[in-house]
């Protein structure tokens, strides 16, 4: 299972854009970067999933370099909604999912 | 409408006692999971059921039992409750037994034992 390393925390103001980095230096062929959204008292939410280059929904964006060694998370604009902790996920379609401590996010007004 | 529900939200109960929370998910999805998310905010696979059979057993004590009647529930019994056995309980869910897939949570329910 590949490891994960991601910053405990990040602060921005509103408006701004986001990019929180991941990085998994010992990522498999076979394995898929996912990342997850959880708010305060709620179950983890899918944001996004790639394998490799850029990949885009109404949420955010992906982008992996060629190395597939790190990845980033970037949320356009962000709100004070946006104010969760963001979980990156990497393994296989297989693997059963390990969150660790994931990035938290504290969107300032 | 709520896609993945659980019962009961908070429950606190004794050492020794048995409880049960339940899982519900009209979503139509073949696989079930129930995940444990510590003190520490670590959120960890416990079992995972595709069509009612039992596909993922992580290590858990033998006290937590799942339980599916059908595809749509799962429900987690556990026995002789536990100090350590205190945290937030996810249910999930997600359209095939591929656990890349994307996976719909539950609102959680908290268990406290005291």
């Known amino acids: 299972l590949a490891k994960t390393t991601q910053p405990i925390s990040m602060d921005s103001y509103e408006g701004q854009e986001v990019n929180i980095t991941c990085s998994h230096n010992?990522?498999?062929?076979?394995?898929?970067i996912t990342w997850y959204q959880q708010f305060p008292s709620q179950g983890p939410r899918f944001i996004i999933q790639g394998y490799k280059t850029k990949v885009t929904n109404e949420v955010a964006s992906l982008f992996i370099p060629a190395d597939r060694k790190s990845s980033t998370l970037s949320l356009p604009r962000v709100s004070l909604s946006d104010t969760a902790v963001y979980y990156c996920l990497v393994g296989d379609m297989y693997t059963p999912l390990v969150f660790g401590k994931g990035t938290r996010l504290s969107v300032i007004a | 409408d709520t896609a993945v529900s659980q019962t009961p939200k908070y429950l606190v109960t004794q050492m020794g006692n048995d409880k049960s929370i339940k899982c519900e998910q009209n979503?139509?999805?073949?696989?079930m999971y129930w995940y444990k998310q510590d003190s520490k905010k670590f959120l960890k696979i416990m079992f995972s059921?595709?069509?009612?059979?039992?596909?993922i057993n992580e290590t858990v004590p033998n006290r937590f039992s799942p339980k599916s009647p059908d595809k749509a529930h799962l429900n987690l019994h556990i026995n002789s409750l536990e100090l350590g056995d205190s945290a937030v309980y996810f249910c999930?869910?997600?359209?095939?037994?591929?656990?890349?897939?994307?996976?719909?949570f539950g609102p959680g329910t908290r268990l406290t034992v005291l």
């Open positions: 010992n990522i498999a062929t076979n394995d898929y």
């Open positions: 999930a869910s997600s359209q095939s037994g591929l656990a890349g897939d994307e996976q719909f």
């Open positions: 059921y595709n069509n009612k059979e039992l596909i």
């Open positions: 979503l139509g999805h073949d696989t």
